[in-house]
């Protein structure tokens, strides 16, 4: 699903900064989504706003009149009406707080109900690395719609980001260097507030805020790394919070044993493989079990590296080779930097292709989600800040070393600490992946980092979990924060309710109405209520059950019942890989530049991401289709194709259906007619 509005856009960016070190690009994806969303700051989801509960548990309090804000705040120009923006000034070393200080921006949104603000809610989505405040407009008619009318919205920017006194490090924000030697020098740069950018320090900033501007209780949602600063406010402020809510939360289960999010991340993927090609009907006939089918494409590749030229997703050649560090790179990474499950649902039939002496999907997939961590300029870092993201989960991890040690003990420590670990640790992978620092990157990538004093923890030692009302969120495809890890996480907490969204991924609050709904019932009432929203998905994500070498090997279309259908199976199959190729350039499109090589030949092309033109695109090697595809911004897909090959007898097809967006559900199929040699066509082809 790429739904085109600032709900998704938002889960989509901010799960690439939980993710940042592996990305390469984000601008096909989020171009698409902006092409077809020239209002992108209006809400997506305005839900109902809910009922003034008759009784709370927490009382109604009074925060201060709005025409006098309090003087320990300096007041600045508010980018829109009914609000209070500005600085409250924080010592940067609280062990020093006579030093130096740094200001924490805030935006204050007022709720429009008469009477006091039950209380103020707080947001933070994670990175990290990125600002708050400037999702503004998601946030009061988005995310909090239906909160508004009795609670405040309090936005904060983290410190080290946003209007917060952003970390711009010159070669780790805007490239010129190596890895390591940016990531050395932005530690230099910092010097001794080097430590100082932690989820401890974070939640002592947004308490200072919270007293500074007369709120006595905050409704705090946490998402991805979000919530170790939510857990962090929690823990330290109990008597402060009314309610938490994590949405696919990073918490210490995850961060603080080294190494142990990598490991609920592996043992995620086969999971999150099953249930995405159980739920499609393309997937799900050809592939009964996805877990031993992608085993078995570990071990091959594992054994027999596959190395080959293939194009990426925009058209440009390169030579990959695909082992299993390279297979984890996209079978896992690809998510993060589309926002799309592109890979994972082409995963298991490369692996068939690959058994049948046929490895060109396998070698494209490879070629798709090659990167490295050496990146170039990310831009200003009021937006995104690499050097915040390091300072932050360099602060928060485990590491198997002293902080003491040089680099080279780091790493011997580290090597040591993989080689212990069980052969399983990191199943369906074998325990070699723990030493790529692409893939470990809560440790190896914190190398070249320096801690001069301590870090604020996210928990400190011996910490209580408060009893507060708390709503831990996970997506059950969520193969960044898994499930499972989110679970742990919410044990922590004793007053918890856990809810697992259906086919969602990270961050359900922004792929999914359910989440919002959620999230929304658990600030007003205390009670996420009624969850069954989280049984049934909201849509799919598009799979592919094969990529056949023939038209041969396709799967016929089913014939359409209410048409007048002439052609035979072979036409028919040709009819499915017809449309295959259609939506192979889509697909390719979000995950490159919009121009690109069909999968056996033939180019596609797109400047808006809606209108698209095809030429001898080839999804099998003797079907080539050529013409128009149009992608609507409701998601609905309208193709005219003329068709051509050895494999037909070659005709023209008209496609409609719909594709990438809510709706598509798993009945959903595309509509086929047109003619194929001499005969009417009436069939029809999952879209999913």
């Known amino acids: 699903m790429f739904k085109k509005n600032s709900s998704c856009a938002m889960a989509a960016f901010n799960t690439v900064l939980l993710s940042l070190v592996f990305v390469t690009s984000l601008a096909q994806a989020q171009a698409r989504r902006d092409v077809l969303s020239p209002n992108a700051q209006q809400a997506p989801y305005r839900t109902t706003p809910l ?9 109604s309090v009074a925060v201060v009149p709005r025409s006098a804000p309090p003087s320990n705040v300096i007041v600045t120009g508010c980018p829109e009406s009914n609000s209070v923006c500005g600085y409250v000034q924080v010592p940067l070393d609280r062990k020093h707080p006579q030093g130096s200080k740094i200001g924490i921006y805030f935006e204050q949104y007022f709720h429009s109900n008469p009477g006091p603000a039950v209380s103020a809610i707080m947001v933070n989505l994670g990175g990290p690395g990125i600002f708050t405040t400037d999702n503004r407009d998601y946030f009061q008619f988005g995310l ?26 010159e070669e780790l924000q805007h490239g010129g260097a190596d890895f390591a030697t940016a990531e050395k020098d932005c530690a230099a740069q910092l010097g001794v507030s080097a430590s100082r950018y932690g989820s401890g320090d974070v939640a002592d900033d947004m308490n200072d805020v919270r007293a500074a501007l007369g709120y006595k209780l905050i409704d705090y949602l946490g998402a ?15 008597e402060h919070v009314r309610s938490l809510v994590l949405d696919s939360p990073v918490g210490p289960p995850t961060v603080i044993p080294f190494s142990a999010r990598q490991a609920f991340v592996t043992h995620s993927i086969p999971l999150v493989l099953a249930k995405l090609c159980a739920r499609s009907l393309l997937c799900a006939p050809d592939h009964p079990n996805p877990a031993a089918e992608l085993s078995a494409l570990i071990q091959a590749v594992r054994v027999h590296p596959v190395e080959g030229d293939s194009h990426d997703a925009s058209g440009n050649p390169i030579h990959v080779k695909v082992d299993e560090r390279a297979l984890l790179d996209f079978a896992l990474y690809q998510t993060a930097l589309n926002g799309i499950y592109t890979t994972q649902n082409e995963v298991l039939a490369a692996y068939v292709s690959l058994k049948q002496g046929d490895a060109v999907p396998l070698l494209r997939l490879g070629a798709e989600g090659f990167f490295t961590i050496d990146q170039n300029d990310w831009g200003d870092p009021t937006g995104l800040s690499l050097g915040a993201f390091y300072a932050t989960i360099c602060s928060d991890v485990g590491v198997p070393w002293d902080w003491s040690d040089g680099v080279s003990d780091r790493m011997e420590a580290h090597n040591q600490y993989v080689g212990n670990l069980p ?83 990270h961050e359900t609050t922004g792929w999914t109405q359910c989440g919002t ?33 023939f038209a041969k090997d396709a799967r016929a279309a089913a014939i359409d019942p209410h048409g007048a259908n002439q052609i035979g199976t072979g036409e028919r199959r040709v009819a499915s890989v017809a449309v295959a190729a259609a939506v192979d350039a889509l697909e390719r499109s979000l995950v490159g530049s919009g121009t690109g090589v069909g999968l056996r ?41 003329t068709v051509s090959g050895a494999g037909t007898a070659g005709g023209t097809l008209h496609i409609t259906g719909f594709w990438g967006g809510l709706g598509l559900v798993p009945e959903g199929y595309f509509s086929v007619t047109g003619s194929l040699g001499g005969k009417n066509v009436a069939v029809l082809v999952p879209e999913g």
Request: charged letters at 15%.
């Open 601 to 641: 030949g033939g180019t596609f092309q797109t400047g808006d991401f809606v209108n698209y033109t095809l030429l001898n695109c080839a999804f099998s090697r003797d079907v080539a289709v050529s013409g128009t595809v149009l992608w609507n911004y409701d998601n609905s897909v309208s193709a005219d194709l």
């Open 224 to 238: 991805s790394w979000g919530g170790a600063d939510a857990i962090a406010f929690a823990t330290r402020f109990p």
């Open 423 to 505: 052969d399983d640790y990191y199943a369906p992978f074998s325990k070699s992946v723990g030493r790529d620092i692409r893939f470990s990157r809560q440790g190896m990538q914190c190398f070249w980092w320096q801690k001069p004093t301590p870090s604020s923890p996210i928990v400190k030692p011996n910490a209580l979990y408060p009893a507060v009302p708390t709503l831990v969120l996970a997506g059950d495809i969520d193969d960044q924060v898994p499930a499972a890890a989110n679970q742990a996480v919410a044990e922590l907490f004793p007053n918890r309710t856990f809810v697992l969204v259906a086919n969602s991924r």
């Open 517 to 549: 709904t959620l999230a929304n019932q658990m600030i007003e009432t205390l009670s996420p209520g009624d969850t069954s929203c989280a049984n049934s998905p909201e849509y799919i994500w598009p799979a592919v059950g094969r990529f056949p070498l």
């Open 51 to 59: 009922a003034h509960p008759s009784s709370l548990t927490a009382p």
């Open 144 to 169: 909090f719609a239906a909160n508004m009318g009795v609670h405040d919205l309090l936005l904060v920017d983290d410190r080290g980001r946003g209007q917060s006194g952003a970390i711009d490090c």
